[in-house]
């Protein structure tokens, strides 16, 4: 079930701090990401005996790889599912959410809605540092270059 109205889809946030606040938050990242994709998930289990909940936040880069850690990420709507054993998890309506579920799922997602808008659209720093550095590498500007190089910390840029 999409959970709509929680102000989380469309943001734009660097996969690095995004990972941290979801982590920060009791999400998981999923180990199925590759190059474009990523998901977050937050186990929830339930009041019932053998059902267990899960909110789902996914989101595709826009820029940058995934694998490499510089990707910037458009976040997608979450979602809740009802896991069943040993099929997999459930997405649709028809799984018969209650209230209180659907209540509790919203607020851990609004757990991580503010701090995700404060990165939403910034240019994360190795975009930007990147970016320079192909400018000063046609305009051969060693200067630049130079600069690029000392204020960089990834030892992968300074190549």
């Known amino acids: 079930m999409k959970l709509e109205g929680t102000g989380v889809e469309g943001l734009i946030v660097d996969f690095r701090p995004l990972t941290a606040l979801m982590e920060t938050n009791g999400f998981i990242l999923g180990g199925s990401w590759d190059y474009e994709r990523v998901t ?3 186990k929830m289990e339930a009041p019932e005996k053998n059902i267990t909940y899960y909110v789902r936040i996914q989101g595709y880069a826009i820029e940058g790889d995934v694998d490499k850690g510089n990707a910037v ?11 069943y054993y040993p099929h997999g998890v459930e997405y649709g309506h028809q799984e018969g959410f209650s209230e ?11 757990k991580i809605k503010e701090p995700a808008e404060r990165y939403h659209n910034q240019v994360p720093e190795h975009i930007v540092l990147d970016k320079l550095k192909k400018w000063a590498q046609e305009n051969q500007n060693q200067e630049v270059l130079e600069k690029v190089k000392e204020l960089s910390n990834d030892p992968e840029r300074q190549k």
């Open 40 to 42: 977050y998930d937050y």
């Open 100 to 110: 209180a579920i659907v209540e509790r799922a919203k607020t851990l997602v609004s």
């Open 73 to 83: 990420i458009r976040l997608m709507a979450p979602l809740l599912g009802r896991h």
